[in-house]
C-alpha cells in the first residue's frame, strides 16, 4: 500500500564510496522529485523529473546523478561520497508538476 | 534529544488548546501554498494546501490563512492532540516547474 517507497531506508559508508538509493511511486503521478533535508531540517530540492525528463536541476555537485528507468522509479546515483553528502534523502511524486508532492519516508545517508 | 542544535522555532501547547504557526514567504510571484507535518523518523506528509486566489481553507481541526499582502502564512490547528506533535513546515510551490521551496519549520509539542 506504500505509495512512495524508498530503499535502503538507512546507508552508512565509507568515504569516496559510490552509492544508490532507490525511489518507486505507484500512485502513477509524471513527476518525481530528490530532497535532501540537513542536520537543521532545512528541506531542499535536488532534482525532478517529469514523465522521465529532467526539469530541475539545483545546483547539485555533479557527483549525484539521478536515473529515471520509467515514470514509477526515479534513483539517485552517488559517486565519490564526502562527510557533507550525510543528510536524510526523500523521494517525492505529484500527479503533474503543478500539484500536491507526496513524500517516501527518507534514506538517512551517514558518510564516515 | 533530537531537537539539540535545531534552533528551529518552537511551540509548546496543552493538550485541548488551539495552535498557531506562522510561516513567511519570499517569492510575490507564489501561487501555492502548502502546510506539511513532519514527525520524528518519517517524510513529510502533506496537511493542506491553499491557492493564491484564496485567503483561507479550512480542513478536518486544520485551517490555513493567506495574506499575499504581507506574505504571510499561518496554518491554526483545533483542539491540538499529543499526536499533533511534530515539526511543521510551510512550503510554496513554483508555478512553472513544481519546485517547491521549504520554510525553516516550526517544532510543535503538545503536552497532556
Known amino acids: 500500500d506504500t505509495a512512495v517507497s524508498q530503499t535502503p531506508k538507512y546507508l552508512v559508508t565509507q568515504m569516496g564510496n559510490d552509492k544508490s538509493i532507490k525511489c518507486e511511486q505507484n500512485?502513477?503521478?509524471?513527476?518525481m522529485y530528490w530532497y535532501k533535508q540537513d542536520s537543521k531540517k532545512f528541506l531542499k530540492i535536488m532534482f525532478s523529473y517529469n514523465n522521465k525528463e529532467l526539469i530541475i536541476n539545483e545546483t547539485v555537485p555533479n557527483r549525484f546523478s539521478p536515473k529515471s528507468p520509467d515514470k514509477a522509479h526515479l534513483n539517485l546515483h552517488i559517486n565519490s561520497l564526502e562527510l557533507g553528502d550525510s543528510a536524510v534523502y526523500f523521494c517525492?511524486?505529484?500527479?503533474?508538476?503543478?500539484?500536491?508532492?507526496?513524500f517516501g519516508p527518507g534514506t538517512r545517508l551517514l558518510v564516515l | 534529544g533530537e531537537s539539540v542544535g535545531l534552533h528551529l522555532p518552537t511551540l509548546s501547547v496543552q493538550e485541548g488548546d488551539n495552535s498557531i504557526i506562522n510561516c513567511a514567504y519570499s517569492?510575490?510571484?507564489?501561487?501555492?501554498f502548502i502546510w506539511y507535518k513532519q514527525e520524528s523518523g518519517k517524510g513529510p506528509q502533506f496537511i493542506i494546501d491553499i491557492r493564491s486566489n484564496m485567503d483561507k481553507r479550512q480542513g478536518q481541526r486544520v485551517t490555513v490563512l493567506l495574506n499575499k499582502t504581507v506574505k504571510h502564512l499561518s496554518l491554526q490547528i483545533a483542539a491540538t492532540q499529543p499526536g499533533d506533535s511534530a515539526v511543521y513546515f510551510c512550503?510554496?510551490?513554483?508555478?512553472?516547474?513544481?519546485?517547491?521551496?521549504f520554510g525553516q519549520g516550526t517544532i510543535l509539542t503538545v503536552h497532556p
Open positions: 500512485l502513477g503521478h509524471d513527476t
Open positions: 512550503a510554496d510551490q513554483s508555478t512553472s516547474y513544481g519546485k517547491l521551496t
Open positions: 517569492n510575490s510571484a507564489s501561487d501555492y
Open positions: 517525492a511524486s505529484s500527479r503533474t508538476n503543478q500539484e500536491t508532492q507526496y
